[in-house]
DNA sequence: TTCTTATGCATATAATTTCTATGTATTAAA
DNA sequence: TTTAATACATAGAAATTATATGCATAAGAA
């Protein structure tokens, strides 16, 4: 993901949030929609994408379904009940971890909270 | 770094800002900081920070100085001016990338700049 | 018509980052 | 006198992502 690692560990939140979001998507769906919203400030590669894909799978968060669309095979992938609930969770890790970093680098957030 | 690894990628930035605010720290006293401004929600594990330093100082973002203090070491690390123009840059990317992640979990700030 | 780009899946290996566990040593407090 | 706090550090494991590569179809450009 570019030159800037502190995308580090947030792929599967990425995932798990767009996938809430529109019911099933593909992966390569998943990575032109990440394209989009960033405005092409972040690009998921496909080398992380799967991988992360597969052990979302593997951990029963999403089911898969194969489709042929135009002749070719998608596999769309969806939350299940219990990634539904692990999507709440992240968002509220991300939210804990913006507002810890935005007091560590910006000292007029200290006070708040 | 507890259970959330969205912090991966993110000790760099944490410890530069740090330095730029208090021009010089050691270590342990940069982990109680770090605790102390986050209210106990990140710890930085010593096994984790030390190594980040060493790489700073290999890198010639830092410069260090041994000081004894109630006939205890200290290792002094301090900006160098080439971890002062890094640090500028690691801020702005943090900044791209909470703008990023929030266009990505919350589709209100999609239409924004 | 052939080459390139876009679409679509996937894996193997490497690189990076951080964690866990462990080690040494001093000081202060219970 | 034993525990907690202070202070440094490393070895090895674990987790995450990147790089490189492979296969295959479709559409458009040259």
Redesign the pocket.
């Known amino acids: ?5 502190l ?8 995932i798990l949030k767009l996938l809430n979001e529109h019911d099933k ?8 929609k990440v394209k989009e919203i960033t405005k092409g400030e972040l ?13 979302l799978e593997a951990d029963g968060l999403v089911d ?1 379904e ?1 489709r042929k ?9 969806m939350l299940t009940e219990l990634g539904t609930q692990e999507t709440v969770n992240k968002l509220a890790q991300l939210e804990d971890y913006i507002r810890n970093m935005r007091a560590l680098v910006n000292p007029k957030f200290r006070t708040l909270d």
Chains 1, 2 share one sequence.
Do not use: C, D, W
């Open positions: 993901m570019k030159t800037n690692n995308y580090k560990g947030s792929l599967t939140t990425i998507m593909y992966g390569y769906e998943i990575t032109q690009n998921i590669t496909e080398g992380a994408l799967y991988p992360s894909l597969h052990k898969v194969f669309v135009n002749n070719r095979m998608r596999k769309y992938y």
